[in-house]
């Protein structure tokens, strides 16, 4: 493909106020709408005029890609003001965001978790909750830089940022949506405020239909008796990975050489602490009962399930290793077979080899992750701890909002990530006429996603409450 005229015969001019460069946020802001977003917002007590329609503005402007406050220029362009009205400058947004104390932080943190069960009753964001859903806890630091950023730290990464407590919901073979999230100071440490974000995600999942057998998956940071109680308390079960403590090894030890059971996974895996390709693994279940050392109301006893993995690389596993691979030969090492071990504690009520695969299924957390550090997240913009709180607690909000536009775009749409929802469905150039009293959107003819963007067009804007689908 080449330009169709000579360079010199090209030019370029922003004149045109009838064009909008993202179409598709008209479809995301009815369903906001629809979903009663606005009328969430303006039980806020945030002491700022209009903050309802401004913070409307700046979940919109994440939807549409923008990862800092400046970002939020961008709903200010062409016709935007034709179609949206309360449009404000980033400054106006970012003055609203640094009015915000912490306990307005949990207000909007409300308001996220209320829309989210909406939005779950207008698309079908989580089919077959009613039968299994899982609800995963994992946390992560957001990189800083400056000297002004209140509350950044370094934490167990020894990344100086700010951590970010993440809470997802789930069904299987679903995109998770986020059922809450925390922002904390880069100090915090994996387990800090966890048990209550914990407890209000899961009642959040209940309320988004998720009303049949609910998992807790969590890896071994959140190993703690007050992560199980709260899911116990939530009628949800748990399964949670465990270090490799000497009680946990004299466990294992027990189990005897006929209780294991092969597995061979579909494709190989590159496990980076032995170095090479994994390709099966062997499984084991005992009983287990935590927390010992507590009171005896505060001991769990449970299943614990046991894989292992044969090490190949014992050049990786310490100076003793190496000390023996180096003395002896490929035939004696492998009269010393040893094992990497990876243990679970679980109630799950599935049988050992699924209950052991599903909670692998826990790092779909981290793709939800790293989806929000490719868009809302890159930054935390200010250097206002509560107003990067707040500024969580909207890429939340545009986060799942994205997610059900995907869903009510089809299922083409449903399992792509946010990114590739805003190239396909939100950043869709259009031109604006006027046409007996409504407004018509001409969108680029031979769009090749126009099938879902008109299935979603017609669904924010014109159908009737939709039923999820089972």
């Not at 923008?66 to 935007?80: E, F, K, T, W, Y």
């Not at 399964?239 to 090894?249: D, H, L, Y």
């Amino acid at each position: 493909m080449q330009l169709s005229h000579a360079r010199g015969r090209i030019s370029a001019r922003f004149d045109d106020p009838n064009l909008v460069s993202c179409a598709g946020l008209v479809a995301v802001s009815a369903l906001a709408t629809r979903a009663g977003l606005p009328r969430l917002l303006e039980r806020l007590t945030v002491p700022a005029p209009n903050a309802a329609s401004k913070l409307l503005a700046v979940v919109l402007g994440m939807v549409a890609g923008a990862d800092s406050i400046s970002d939020l220029d961008v709903l200010r362009h062409g016709g935007m003001r034709r179609v949206f009205a309360g449009v404000r400058a980033p400054s106006t947004l970012g003055t609203l965001l640094r009015s915000f104390t912490f306990g307005h932080v949990r207000q909007l943190d409300a308001v996220a978790a209320r829309l989210l069960a909406a939005l779950c009753r207008w698309a079908p964001l989580l089919p077959g909750g009613d039968e299994l859903a899982y609800l995963d806890i994992d946390d992560t630091v957001r990189e800083t830089h400056g000297y002004r950023k209140q509350g950044s730290g370094r934490g167990y990464t020894g990344v100086n940022g700010l951590n970010v407590l993440l809470a997802t919901v789930s069904t299987p073979g679903r995109v998770p949506l986020i059922a809450g999230a925390r922002l904390r100071r880069g100090g915090a440490n994996s387990m800090r405020g966890a048990a209550k974000l914990l407890a209000d995600a899961l009642a959040t999942a209940k309320r988004t239909g998720a009303s049949g057998l609910l998992i807790v998956r969590a890896d071994s940071a959140f190993y703690a008796e007050s992560i199980i109680a709260a899911a116990r308390r939530a009628g949800a079960r748990f399964s949670v990975t465990v270090r490799q403590t000497p009680t946990i090894s004299a466990a294992i030890a027990t189990i005897p050489a006929g209780g294991w059971t092969a597995i061979d996974y579909r494709s190989s895996i590159f496990d980076p602490e032995i170095g090479d390709w994994v390709s099966g693994a062997e499984v084991a279940e005992i009983g287990y009962t935590a927390f010992t050392g507590r009171r005896r109301d505060q001991q769990v006893t449970a299943r614990l399930i046991v894989r292992r993995v044969r090490r190949l690389n014992p050049d990786q596993h310490g100076p003793g290793a190496r000390h023996l691979a180096g003395r002896l030969s490929d035939e004696q090492l492998e009269l010393f077979t040893a094992y990497r071990y990876h243990a679970i504690f679980t109630d799950s009520p599935l049988e050992t080899l699924p209950a052991e695969a599903a909670h692998r299924d826990h790092a779909v957390v981290e793709q939800v992750i790293a989806d929000l550090k490719d868009s809302a997240l890159a930054h935390l913009p200010s250097g206002h701890f509560s107003a990067n709180g707040a500024w969580v607690a909207c890429a939340v909000m545009a986060y799942n909002l994205t997610r059900a536009a995907g869903a009510l775009a089809g299922s083409l749409h449903t399992g792509q990530r946010t990114a590739t929802l805003r190239t396909q469905l939100i950043n869709v150039a259009a031109r604006l006429a006027r046409s007996a009293r409504r407004l018509v959107l001409h969108l680029p003819r031979d769009w090749p996603y126009e099938p879902g963007l008109d299935d979603l067009l017609r669904a924010a804007l014109h159908d009737p409450v939709p039923t999820p689908a089972a």
